[in-house]
């Protein structure tokens, strides 16, 4: 039986270089890289699927301010970052959705909340119908749903072969509108990760080999009408990823949503406005009465 820790710290770290380097689990059988620091409620952060993305490009700006109010925890999804990619794996949101749930199960962790930005959004959706009971509050983040379609940058993340160049392209034509928080060392740690030895292989397989179904991610209305958790719905009005009018879709269907817009802002809203993306998300996770 899962041992109920809401309001238990697993994880306190005391130093940006300890919560850089992150820890290590076994999630079923996956050896999985996560960081986590905070104490009490716990707020899971799920990343997108971009090359060379991991819990700590995606939320390196994030955990340290949200740890300071929760039990925050990031893991490397299956496939991506320092976490285990097995050779006999099929990758698909259903593979991404249960290694997330073995993820928090070997951790002890019987519910949380999550933010969820792009694929992580459309995970933490999928847990939702899964397990109802286990979440708390979601925050879905520049997420694809109802009215998702093959979009220019999605094309172009798809399309990626790992060079300094073609990373540095990626990120400054498809992820932000501020092109100076594009430095060198945000491309050459983001290349670097995705020619790390079987990254670029996985990453191609994941969207390209019809053995894995990782393009599978569409969404019914009625499976968004069906969420009953408050959601809050963070999105960069620029993005050309997954565009903004999907989470105007989105936050008509779901029962108890917000929706937050960022001006001057793509796909990358945790990075381009981090300080306000996490006062933001911290007041909804906190709870409506001190959002009054």
């Not at 969820?116 to 708390?136: C, F, Q, T, Y």
Request: net charge negative; charged share 25%.
């Amino acid at each position: 039986m899962l041992r109920h820790l809401r309001k238990e710290a697993r994880v306190t770290v005391t130093s940006d270089s300890a919560l850089h380097a992150g820890s290590f689990v076994d999630a079923a059988g996956i050896r999985t890289h996560y960081h986590g620091a905070g104490a009490g409620e716990h707020v899971l952060l799920l990343h997108g699927s971009g090359p060379g993305v991991s819990a700590w490009a995606n939320w390196r700006l994030n955990l340290g301010p949200l740890a300071e109010r929760f039990h925050v925890l990031a893991p490397d999804v299956v496939g991506y970052g320092g976490t285990e990619r097995p050779a006999d794996i099929r990758y698909s949101l259903r593979t991404w959705t249960d290694h997330v749930w073995r993820f928090l199960d070997a951790l002890g962790i019987e519910r949380t909340s999550v933010i969820g930005n792009s694929l992580g959004g459309r995970i933490a959706l999928a847990m939702a119908e899964d397990h109802p009971e286990r979440l708390d509050r979601l925050v879905l983040m520049g997420a694809p749903g109802v009215g998702m379609t093959i979009t220019d940058g999605l094309r172009a993340l798809r399309a990626y072969e790992p060079s300094m160049e073609a990373m540095r392209e990626l990120l400054t034509t498809y992820f932000a509108v501020d092109k100076s928080i594009i430095t060198e060392d945000l491309v050459r740690t983001r290349y670097e990760a995705s020619a790390a030895p079987g990254a670029h292989e996985a990453y191609r397989s994941m969207f390209f080999d019809p053995r894995h179904a990782g393009n599978d991610l569409g969404i019914t209305e009625e499976q968004v009408a069906a969420v009953e958790h408050p959601v809050l719905l963070v999105h960069g009005r620029e993005d050309k990823v997954v565009p903004v009018e999907v989470a105007w879709n989105m936050v008509r269907l779901l029962p108890d949503a917000d929706l937050r817009v960022f001006a001057r802002c793509g796909h990358w809203t945790q990075i381009e406005r981090a300080a306000d993306f996490n006062a933001e998300v911290g007041q909804f996770l906190a709870g409506r009465e001190d959002r009054q």
